[in-house]
């Protein structure tokens, strides 16, 4: 368990990491514009340049002559599989007037390419950091409400088993599960408790578990675990 609360910030640390990268790439890209020259150039060159999982992009190598007439050449930080431009082909360039070698190709995805990789990327990693606290404080909040406001039922220990569907650090976290006849409908009711890290079975030596259920919505509910010892 708490393997999986040290992956969670480890995520939540890169996402705001990235995210942090984003806005000050945002408030790079405003300061460069704010400034910025346009200039004509032309594409003299596709580049290849290989990639680990993309298998690589042509990335176009662009001349143009700044209006102090030096001519810069530079390659550009976007590129794509095919090439984007044709060898020759014109193009506008934005450049820094006190730094001509810090020019871009006019266009959406040269000028923003780093915010648009940098802030989906922050906020996934955010998002799969933060989540499980998420989730875990709102069950806390629902099983105190239950502890309040529920109904008691006595619900037959059924069976132990795994949860296939999560698995943390190789393992997979155990649920005990069981079962009560609701005597006013005739419906049978599953009930799963939180997950358990260790096994929970030869600790139960009772037929029946104590289950607190929303007696407005019986998907609501918590099997009462206390009786089990405390994981160290």
Request: net charge positive.
């Amino acid at each position: 368990m708490k393997f999986l609360w040290i992956f969670c910030l480890i995520f939540f640390s890169v996402g705001a990491a990235l995210l942090a990268a984003g806005a000050f790439a945002v408030v790079h890209t405003r300061r460069f514009l704010a400034r910025a020259v346009a200039a004509p150039g032309v594409v003299i060159e596709n580049v290849w340049q290989s990639g680990t999982r993309s298998g690589g992009a042509y990335y176009p190598r662009v001349r143009y002559r700044t209006q102090a007439g030096q001519e810069v050449e530079f390659v550009s930080r976007a590129g794509s599989q095919p090439a984007s431009y044709r060898d020759h082909q014109t193009v506008e360039v934005l450049y820094d007037p006190d730094r001509p070698g810090d020019a871009t190709i006019n266009s959406f995805w040269s000028v923003w390419l780093a915010p648009v990789i940098l802030f989906p990327m922050g906020a996934v990693f955010s998002l799969v950091g933060i989540i499980p606290f998420v989730v875990q404080r709102s069950t806390r909040r629902r099983d105190e409400w239950l502890r309040y406001n529920g109904r008691h039922i006595q619900a037959n220990f059924d069976r132990v088993e795994l949860n296939t569907s999560l698995r943390v650090n190789g393992s997979n976290p155990y649920r005990i599960v069981c079962q009560w006849l609701n005597p006013e409908t005739n419906r049978l009711h599953v009930f799963k408790s939180h997950n358990l890290w260790f096994d929970p079975a030869p600790y139960i030596s009772s037929q029946t578990l104590d289950v607190i259920v929303d007696p407005n919505n019986f998907k609501r509910y918590v099997v009462e675990t206390g009786f089990l010892p405390k994981l160290a």
